[in-house]
């Protein structure tokens, strides 16, 4: 424990006693001058000095002395010590969790609704329909000896979609049959494929020349167009003796002219301009426009017939 050492104890507020005293003694003055010359008496003439000459002196210092310091053990020196300060929790902010949603792939919409059947395909008819190739025998023009027999053979093509089978025949459509059949069968032949069709004929007594057209035909009709024979029945004695002078064949009734060209086909009026340019051995004679309707031609689009 820390010990003080023992000093003179001082009184309280000495000045202020001096100040006391002093203030009573010069109302003390004050009531005997009040009287006349009286005269203080000398105690209190005295300690009225005493009290003045006691306010004069400088106050005491109350600072103690060297002597009078008490020694005082130091105290022990509190150092605060800084209250820990909390350290803030840290802010758990929750990271937000990945998505689990998935991604799903886009599914490419497909188109739904009623069906609708497509419309039958509409079936497409065979088509039927011949061209002139070639003559293969007995050229129009022919001489032969009235009633000789002979063979004319045509080459056709088949032009159409369908094919050529066993109710295929050829049939006379105009002129004379010349002792032909009345219709002959044609060979199979398929679409683009060729045929050689014969008949078989024989040259008419009547001198003169002769012809005829004949087509193509089926059940439900004729089709393509009609290939052509003339002829001419000539007899032949004139080479075995005297010559002898046949009479000039009847020409046959021209009004109407076809052209037997495949790529033609066609037949005008005896002064149509396009005979002039006809190639003489295409030409054919018909008497009516019926027998070149028949034969499978068609009238020009020029004359008319």
């Known amino acids: 424990m820390p010990t003080h050492r023992a000093h003179r104890r001082r009184p309280l507020f000495p000045r202020c006693q001096s100040v006391a005293a002093l203030l009573g003694l010069i109302v003390l003055a004050a009531m005997l001058s009040g009287c ?16 003045t000459a006691e306010s004069a002196l400088p106050a005491p210092s109350t600072t103690p002395s060297v002597t009078d310091t008490v020694a005082v053990a130091p105290s022990a020196t509190l150092t605060p010590t800084a209250s820990p300060t909390a350290s803030p ?18 599914a490419t919409p497909t ?32 001489v032969i000896e009235p009633g ?25 459509a105009v002129g004379e049959a010349m002792g032909a059949p009345e219709a002959v069968p044609v060979p199979a032949t398929a679409p683009g494929e060729t045929a050689d069709v014969s008949v078989p004929m024989v040259a008419p007594a009547a001198l003169g020349e002769h012809s005829a057209a004949w087509r193509l035909c089926r059940a439900e009709g004729c089709f393509g167009g009609a290939v052509t024979l003339q002829i001419v029945s000539r007899s032949a004695l ?5 010559a002898v002078e046949l009479p000039p ?33 295409n030409k054919v004679c018909f008497a009516t426009r019926e027998e070149a309707v028949a034969a499978g031609y068609v009238p020009c689009k020029v004359c008319k017939p």
């Open 238 to 242: 004139a080479a075995r003796g005297p």
């Open 111 to 142: 188109a739904t609704g009623t069906a609708t059947a497509e419309p039958a395909p509409t079936p497409t008819l065979p088509v039927y329909d011949a061209a002139y190739v070639a003559d293969v025998t007995v050229p129009d023009g022919t």
């Open 36 to 51: 006349g010359d009286a005269k203080a008496p000398p105690e209190v003439a005295e300690s009225l000095a005493a009290a």
């Open 89 to 106: 929790e840290p802010s758990l902010t929750p990271t937000p969790a990945a998505s689990a949603t998935p991604t799903l792939p886009t």
């Open 249 to 281: 064949a009847e020409p046959a009734a021209c009004n109407y002219i076809g052209n037997r060209n495949p790529t033609s086909m066609k037949f005008h009026r005896a002064d149509c301009r396009w005979v002039q340019e006809m190639y003489e051995g």
């Open 148 to 172: 000789t027999p002979f063979t004319k053979t045509w080459r056709l093509r088949n032009t159409g979609s369908a094919p050529w089978e066993d109710d295929i025949t050829l049939e006379l």
